[in-house]
């Protein structure tokens, strides 16, 4: 069971809502305490609080047991010198668009381990998704419809390669969103065959994607509802 708080001090910062969709879950799924070090998984039941740390023009959340010391807003008057890592999980699915035609699909879910913000009143913003906006994903209310790109299809999805590489999600001047290629379900390539060589593509933040894949239609929708699921069309290259 999630025993995750967020102290009334830190939800005035980040907002209600991700206050509350930090205590509710799915996402995050996995942390790290910052005391003792120790991880796992957040759904196991461990008393966790959730930290900030406010820089000017930048956030970091972190975790920590309530065993190894408390939760609580640092301020610091310079930027902290934090990694900015950004770790994907995927999963290929398929299912019927509108149209009435399947799509072959892959979600990919992009977490960082920093927030970047331009101002301190956009907290709410998705940073994550900026990555894709920027390269011509767009949002969506669907993760069975893919947008069409504006111009000529920029991303593609390269099928593994026997004894050369495992295959991933890579958009322009080598951009990589995730290497190797998530398995593959039955069936998958005759959808990408229906539709020309073609899959949809979707970056979705703050799902916790792993843990709702029982039911995953339905958390994409959501997410999308909530403007946290942009996507596109791709090429499919062998």
Same mark, same amino acid.
């Given at each position: 069971?999630?025993?995750?708080?967020?102290?009334?001090?830190?939800? !005035?910062?980040?907002?209600?809502?991700?206050?509350?969709?930090?205590?509710?879950? *799915? +996402?995050?799924?996995?942390?790290?305490?910052?005391?003792?070090?120790?991880? @796992?998984?957040?759904?196991?039941?461990?008393?966790?609080?959730? @930290?900030?740390?406010?820089?000017?023009?930048?956030?970091?959340? %972190?975790?920590?047991?309530?065993?190894? #010391? *408390?939760?609580?807003?640092?301020?610091?008057? $310079?930027?902290?010198?934090?990694?900015?890592?950004?770790?994907?999980?995927?999963?290929? +699915?398929?299912?019927?668009?509108?149209?009435?035609?399947? %799509? !072959?699909?892959?979600?990919?879910?992009?977490?960082?381990?920093?927030?970047?913000?331009?101002?301190?009143?956009?907290?709410?913003?998705? $940073?994550?998704?900026?990555? /894709?906006?920027?390269?011509?994903?767009?949002?969506?209310? =669907?993760?069975?419809?893919?947008?069409? *790109?504006?111009?000529?299809?920029? %991303?593609?999805? $390269?099928?593994?390669?026997?004894?050369?590489? #495992?295959?991933?999600? +890579? @958009?322009?001047?080598?951009? $990589?969103?995730?290497?190797?290629?998530?398995?593959?379900?039955?069936?998958?390539?005759?959808?990408?065959?229906?539709?020309?060589?073609?899959?949809?593509?979707?970056?979705?933040?703050?799902?916790?994607?792993?843990?709702?894949?029982? =039911?995953?239609?339905?958390?994409?929708?959501? !997410?999308?509802?909530?403007?946290?699921?942009?996507?596109?069309?791709? /090429?499919?290259?062998?």
């Amino acid at each position: 069971m999630r025993n995750l708080t967020v102290d009334p001090e830190i939800a !005035a910062i980040i907002g209600e809502q991700r206050a509350a969709e930090l205590e509710a879950g *799915p +996402y995050p799924v996995d942390y790290r305490c910052v005391r003792c070090h120790r991880g @796992g998984r957040v759904n196991d039941g461990e008393a966790l609080a959730a @930290g900030l740390d406010v820089t000017p023009g930048r956030m970091r959340l %972190w975790f920590v047991h309530t065993a190894c #010391g *408390p939760a609580e807003v640092v301020v610091f008057d $310079q930027r902290q010198p934090y990694p900015e890592e950004t770790e994907a999980t995927g999963v290929l +699915y398929a299912g019927n668009s509108r149209d009435g035609l399947p %799509w !072959a699909c892959v979600v990919i879910e992009l977490t960082m381990s920093v927030e970047l913000l331009d101002d301190p009143a956009e907290v709410g913003v998705d $940073q994550v998704l900026g990555v /894709a906006l920027a390269r011509g994903m767009r949002p969506t209310a =669907d993760p069975l419809t893919p947008p069409e *790109p504006d111009g000529p299809i920029s %991303w593609r999805v $390269q099928l593994p390669r026997p004894g050369r590489h #495992g295959g991933g999600v +890579y @958009g322009r001047n080598r951009l $990589q969103l995730i290497s190797p290629l998530p398995p593959m379900p039955p069936g998958w390539l005759d959808l990408v065959a229906v539709r020309d060589g073609r899959c949809g593509l979707y970056v979705v933040s703050r799902l916790g994607l792993l843990a709702v894949l029982d =039911d995953l239609g339905t958390a994409l929708t959501d !997410a999308a509802r909530a403007g946290r699921l942009v996507g596109t069309t791709a /090429a499919v290259i062998r």
